[in-house]
């Protein structure tokens, strides 16, 4: 099971992160070569495919990231390894805000998507920074 469930957290990891480089440094670049509204209808078609796609992301990272905490950490005393898993947790649970708010289509987080691209550099970012504690904690 412990095998199954990292290879779980891993794979939502490449899929959530790897869409978010994909989105940020391939599609909206890209994008400027289509006319208004086509521009607008391939956006509206990537982020409804990928709203599920990172929410699914975002569940099973949820999932597989406790049981990843219980496996491995849960007896292990207060130290640096649990605040480096805390500021990691802080980091994963700020990005997820940040993608959850650029995929709701409501009009509340219409203010976050007008500067999508500031909030996928910011979440990108951010994936990058979790990937980097998660690989030190698993070799420290």
């Given amino acids: 099971m412990t095998t199954f469930m990292l290879w779980i957290h891993l794979t939502a990891v490449v899929v959530g992160i790897g869409g978010l480089g ?10 400027g070569v289509l006319s208004t509204e086509q521009r607008e ?8 495919r990928f ?3 990172s929410w699914a992301a975002i569940t099973l990272l949820l ?8 496996r491995y950490y849960w007896e292990e005393a207060w130290g640096k390894s649990w ?8 980091l ?14 409501l009009k509340a987080f219409d203010r976050l998507r007008v ?3 500031t909030w996928l550099v910011v979440a990108f970012a951010m994936g990058v920074v979790v990937i980097l504690i998660s690989a030190y904690l698993r070799v420290g």
């Fill in 22 to 31: 994909f989105f940020l440094l391939i599609l909206l670049p890209s994008l």
């Fill in 41 to 48: 209808a391939l956006s509206k078609a990537v982020a409804a």
């Fill in 51 to 53: 709203r599920w796609v």
């Fill in 63 to 70: 999932i597989s990231g406790l049981y990843n905490i219980r």
């Fill in 83 to 90: 605040l480096l898993l805390t500021f990691k947790i802080t």
């Fill in 92 to 105: 994963a649970l700020v990005l997820f805000a940040i993608v959850l708010g650029l995929t709701i289509p």
């Fill in 115 to 117: 500067r999508r691209r």
